[in-house]
């Protein structure tokens, strides 16, 4: 089956800092990958999908991943963090034998320092 | 509408209990989820429901129950539960199609706490 890792449970940047989370994925044939952000108490919101049209996927809220087949990454940027950004991030890969199933990481918690 | 409701959005039941939570979608999606989530993990499939025909089950146990009256609604009942059932359950609904690029769409979740 598919899977993501995600290193890095927890990250901790200084407002205006680099966001750089982690994904890795487990795959010979190209993965389709998501990310997902979870503010507490709430449900989880689509950040940004990989759909093979290009590398470079921009997302919402300044958020960007680069797919990069060399290293089996997905992982998500944003050029200055803000204190909003503080959250629960999850990569997600849909499985290629039932796309309506997908594998989730582990989840990676952004903490923002002011 | 691009959003999924979830009601009610808190619950507290004990172990005899029969509560039912509930999920709508108003965005043609013909693919329905339920999800649990227990603190600081991601979430867990439970069941996915594909025109309106349950599709998968994770081996859950049976003191959850799954319905899918239409296309719009999704329900799961519950009954004699665990403390250890304890956590977020989430709804999601997606476009049920071929392509593998159909985002999940997730509700705000319903935190239930079994007593």
């Known amino acids: 089956a598919q899977s993501v890792t995600q290193l890095g449970s927890h990250v901790s940047v200084s407002e205006g800092a680099l966001v750089l989370l982690r994904c890795n994925y487990s795959s010979s044939v190209p993965p389709y990958l998501f990310w997902y952000v979870q503010y507490p108490n709430q449900g989880l919101q689509l950040l940004l999908k990989?759909?093979?049209?290009?590398?470079l996927v921009k997302g919402i809220n300044g958020f960007e991943a680069e797919f990069k087949k060399s290293e089996t990454s997905f992982h998500l940027t944003k050029p200055s963090a803000h204190m909003s950004d503080a959250a629960e991030y999850f990569c997600?890969?849909?499985?290629?034998?039932?796309?309506?199933?997908?594998?989730f990481g582990s989840g990676t918690k952004l903490n923002v320092k002011p | 509408d691009t959003e999924v409701t979830q009601t009610p959005k808190h619950l507290v039941m004990g172990m005899t209990n029969k509560k039912s939570l509930k999920c709508e979608q108003h965005?043609?999606?013909?693919?329905m989820y339920w999800y649990k989530q227990k603190a600081k993990k991601p979430p867990e499939l439970m069941f996915v429901?594909?025109?309106?025909?349950?599709?998968i089950n994770e081996s859950v146990p049976s003191r959850f129950s799954p319905e899918c009256p239409n296309s719009s609604l999704l329900n799961l009942h519950l009954h004699a539960l665990q403390p250890e059932d304890s956590a977020l359950y989430l709804c999601a609904s997606s476009l049920q199609g071929s392509s593998p690029y159909n985002e999940q769409f997730f509700g705000p979740g319903t935190r239930l706490t079994v007593l």
């Open positions: 965005m043609g999606h013909r693919a």
């Open positions: 990989y759909t093979s049209a290009a590398t």
């Open positions: 997600a890969v849909s499985d290629f034998d039932n796309f309506n199933k997908f594998y």
């Open positions: 429901y594909s025109y309106e025909k349950l599709s």
